[in-house]
């Protein structure tokens, strides 16, 4: 009798085991003499989108730029999918999957959106199947085509940055201070934007500093405070210790 009512049990349920993408083990980093990441521990999974927040200064655009091969690692590891791409160069990671839009967008202000776009054919796609995607993706800018990249609005040109950054297929995409600047409305729509990627499988870290609205879409969130993480978890759970966090306060460990 025993046995049989063990055997209709149903079975538990489980969550779906997310592998990691990008990883950083123990990361000491900086510029030259001045260490800037001390020990950061940090972990990206596939198909994920976490939030790196925390106030200005406290390390964030570092990390990202270590992910990018922009700024040597010290001490510690930078792996993807599972194995050490310490030391590897900044466009090797960009052929490897890690693509990342910096701050301030890097566009190229005095060409058109179409050349901005043409920019991206190094990829291997070609500038109809660039165009065709970044068009649906954005509306906006199709009828901006020919306009001079320099000349849009703060939104269309974040627009423009995030579309040639995915015309390369990334697997990792890393935005830096994609709210800078920008209106609520303008901010909110690409974060939708952002969260439809993800949903296609693209894992995104997110960087931010002032912005409460990423954590609606992020699966998990991360605070930095000199250039350690302090504080990692579901979204909920952080949005009260923020506000400590910018306020120069302790968030808990």
């Known amino acids: 009798m025993s046995e049989s009512l063990a055997e209709s049990q149903p079975e538990p349920i489980r969550e779906p085991i997310r592998e990691p993408i990008l990883e950083l083990v123990d990361v000491v980093a900086g510029y030259g003499p001045i260490i800037v990441l001390q020990s950061v521990s940090l972990t990206l999974h596939r198909g994920e989108v976490l939030a790196l927040l925390g106030p200005n200064g406290g390390g964030k655009s570092t990390a990202m730029q270590v992910c990018c091969g922009l700024v040597p690692i010290i001490s510690g590891q930078l792996r993807f999918a599972g194995r050490s791409i310490t030391g590897a160069a900044p466009d090797a990671l960009a052929r490897a999957g890690v693509c990342a839009v910096p701050e301030g967008r890097g566009i190229f202000p005095n060409l058109t959106v179409h050349e901005n776009l043409m920019m991206a054919t190094h990829t291997g796609m070609s500038l109809a199947e660039i165009e065709h995607t970044a068009f649906a993706r954005f509306p906006a800018l199709a009828s901006r085509r020919w306009q001079l990249a320099g000349t849009m609005s703060g939104g269309q040109q974040q627009m423009l940055s995030m579309s040639r950054a995915l015309a390369t297929n990334p697997a990792v995409l890393l935005l830096d201070e994609l709210s800078m600047g920008l209106a609520p409305k303008i901010v909110s729509q690409l974060y939708e934007i952002v969260a439809?990627?993800?949903?296609?499988?693209?894992?995104?870290?997110?960087?931010?500093?002032?912005?409460?609205?990423?954590?609606?879409?992020?699966?998990?969130?991360?605070?930095?405070?000199?250039?350690?993480?302090?504080?990692?978890?579901?979204?909920?759970?952080?949005a009260d210790e923020l506000s400590a966090a910018y306020l120069g306060g302790k968030a808990n460990s």
Not at 198 to 218: P, Y
């Open 196 to 238: 439809n990627v993800a949903a296609e499988g693209v894992s995104v870290l997110l960087i931010e500093q002032f912005a409460r609205s990423v954590l609606r879409i992020a699966d998990r969130a991360a605070i930095m405070l000199n250039g350690r993480i302090v504080r990692t978890g579901p979204p909920d759970e952080l």
